[in-house]
């Protein structure tokens, strides 16, 4: 099992910036990728972008150029900087691992609000 935990969300004006952090614990050495997802209210859950254990990434194309993902794993830590941030970027935003079997793991998320 992984256990994960997020930081760092908040409410924001357009054009801000935020950075998130998930925590994971547990069985880490079975991990081989970890992302973000989000959730916007009446809307499915989206993939916002992943990192694998290599560091290699990929983005959502709503948010390429304005957010980065990033790994420590040192500190068995993933990172989301998001920066210019829109009102359309509003949702609760989960991280994920995914282990070597392909189980999937879920934060609890936390809420990112973009509001002037």
């Known amino acids: 099992q992984v256990q994960l935990v997020e930081s760092g969300g908040g409410s924001v004006q357009p054009g801000g910036s935020l950075r998130l952090s998930c925590a994971a614990s547990g069985n880490i050495f079975s991990i081989d990728h970890m992302g973000w997802y989000r959730q916007a209210p009446g809307k499915a859950r989206e993939l916002v972008a992943t990192?694998?254990?290599?560091?290699?990434?990929m983005y959502a194309d709503s948010v390429k150029d304005r957010f980065t993902i990033s790994r420590d794993n040192t500190k068995n830590t993933v990172f989301l900087q998001m920066n210019s941030l829109k009102p359309e970027d509003t949702a609760v935003y989960y991280c994920?691992?995914?282990?070597?079997?392909?189980?999937?793991?879920w934060g609890q998320g936390t809420q990112v609000t973009v509001s002037s």
């Open positions: 990192v694998t254990s290599g560091g290699s990434s």
């Open positions: 994920c691992a995914v282990d070597i079997h392909s189980r999937t793991f």
